[in-house]
């Protein structure tokens, strides 16, 4: 059975940093694209990186560019995203998702990607 686990989410202070894993199983990491998305108390669900199954292509939204880092470890399974110079509106859930095929082609359309984790709590407070 295919299945995405999040973890490493926590309280951190404004300017802090986190590295979430996103852990695979059921399937071969390095045949498809996996996508972080987001989302905060009141909004929609957001796309915030994706990379392609190789690695060779990563998407980032222009809100967090330049601040995260999105990387794989296809031997071990795992997807993480490196959050650095945090602020408080990236206060979220977040979720890793497993994308149709091997490309990133969007981080904008939800529908894009077909398997989601159960997402970990992202905190920025003083």
């Known amino acids: 059975q295919v299945q995405l686990v999040e973890s490493g989410g926590g309280l951190v202070q404004p300017g802090g940093s986190l590295r979430l894993s996103c852990t695979a199983s059921g399937f071969t990491l390095g045949s498809y694209a996996i996508g972080w998305f987001r989302q905060a108390p009141g909004k929609e669900r957001e796309g915030v990186s994706c990379?392609?199954?190789?690695?060779?292509?990563?998407l980032y939204s222009d809100s967090v560019k330049g601040r995260f880092t999105i990387s794989k470890d296809n031997a071990k399974n795992t997807v993480y995203l490196q959050m650095n110079s945090l602020k408080p509106e990236d206060t979220a859930v977040y979720y890793c998702?497993?994308?149709?095929?091997?490309?990133?082609?969007?981080?904008?359309?939800?529908?894009?990607?077909?398997?989601w984790g159960q997402g970990t709590q992202v905190t920025v407070s003083s």
């Open positions: 998702a497993r994308g149709a095929r091997a490309m990133c082609w969007s981080i904008t359309n939800t529908a894009a990607y077909s398997y």
């Open positions: 990379i392609s199954s190789s690695g060779g292509t990563t």
